[in-house]
């Protein structure tokens, strides 16, 4: 039987279906990530790796793993594991798709309510003893997101999500622009497909679910920022490179767009500290979209029920080479 090395300690329920395989099990389970020089010299014995988002798997670490089948990465996204190298060593990378679905879109709606209401801002303004009297033009007024329109940049299965709960819970009107149509959202929901200048220039709340790649590195510039509302709210939950950090800290310092939502940052952990000084109507969470504990328990089930098929000598349930 098989060694499989997580960089995480897994649910307890997982990890027994991986005993009860007869796999031998070797987590790591410290508090902080797994330590690099740990990693290469652990690797070394495994055959199958289920890591997280955060760790590098890249050919060096791909290369010390001499008898590694399999890569099951805990998200969706696999940006970081080399994918190219692990197809050249016949290594089989799997992710986690379609678990996380409902919780990010949730999450992406939070936020854009949080940004639209000033939720936080109001939260910090009770704790701090500033209990507003109610007036017309009392402060933290928000926008409305009823009946205002959406616009979503990447309408797969996360920005469906989104247009759903836009569509069917607040009467918003939908706008996509994807590079393929999605027939099923524009029946379901009257979303309607548009060039990204539109998308940009009509929508009150523009959420972001591409995926992170060359052509969507920093597709959200200082050009793309002036071509929306300036009432507009960017909300990102997909990836932080898709969002020039400095360029929207100055856009919304200079008030070209009127606030974020963001879950994902550029350089994460670290946030850029221009964003970190804005506070009205920007509301930063910490790469929040996938945690719930329904929902990671999934994401790891997954992981689980790849890696055992693997190991068994069948195909992989979802995999990305």
């Known amino acids: 039987m098989a060694t499989v090395l997580g960089t995480t300690q897994l649910h307890l329920d997982q990890a027994n279906r991986l005993s009860e395989a007869g796999h031998t099990l070797d987590f790591h389970d410290g508090d902080g990530p797994i330590d690099r020089r740990e990693l290469l010299a652990r690797v070394s014995e495994a055959e199958a790796l289920i890591c997280l988002l955060t760790d590098r798997v890249d050919e060096e670490v791909l290369s010390a793993g001499r008898g590694l089948r399999i890569v099951a990465n805990i998200a969706v996204g696999y940006e970081n594991v080399d994918v190219e190298v692990a197809r050249r060593l016949g290594i089989v990378v799997t992710n986690t798709p379609d678990v996380l679905t409902e919780a990010t879109a949730d999450l992406t709606f939070a936020l854009l309510l949080a940004a639209a209401r000033r939720i936080a801002e109001a939260d910090r303004a009770v704790r701090d003893g500033r209990f507003p009297p109610w007036s017309l033009d009392q402060p933290l007024l928000g926008v409305d997101v009823h009946g205002a ?173």
Do not use: W
């Open 149 to 321: 329109t959406l616009g979503i940049v990447g309408m797969g299965r996360i920005g469906y999500a989104v247009a759903r709960r836009g569509r069917l819970g607040f009467g918003m009107r939908v706008l996509y622009h994807n590079r393929t149509r999605n027939k099923v959202a524009e029946q379901e929901v009257a979303a309607e497909c548009v060039p990204f200048d539109r998308l940009l220039a009509e929508s009150d709340f523009v959420c972001v679910h591409v995926p992170q790649t060359e052509e969507t590195r920093h597709l959200f510039d200082a050009g793309a920022f002036a071509r929306m509302k300036p009432t507009a709210i960017l909300v990102n939950a997909a990836r932080g490179s898709v969002v020039d950090e400095a360029a929207l800290a100055d856009a919304l310092e200079a008030r070209t767009i009127a606030g974020a939502g963001l879950d994902v940052y550029e350089n994460e952990p670290t946030v850029h500290p221009k964003l970190l000084e804005l506070t009205e109507r920007v509301v930063l969470a910490p790469h929040l979209g996938s945690a719930t504990r329904e929902t990671r328990h999934k994401m790891v089930e997954l992981a689980v029920d790849n890696v055992l098929a693997v190991l068994a000598g069948d195909p992989p349930i979802t995999p990305v080479n």
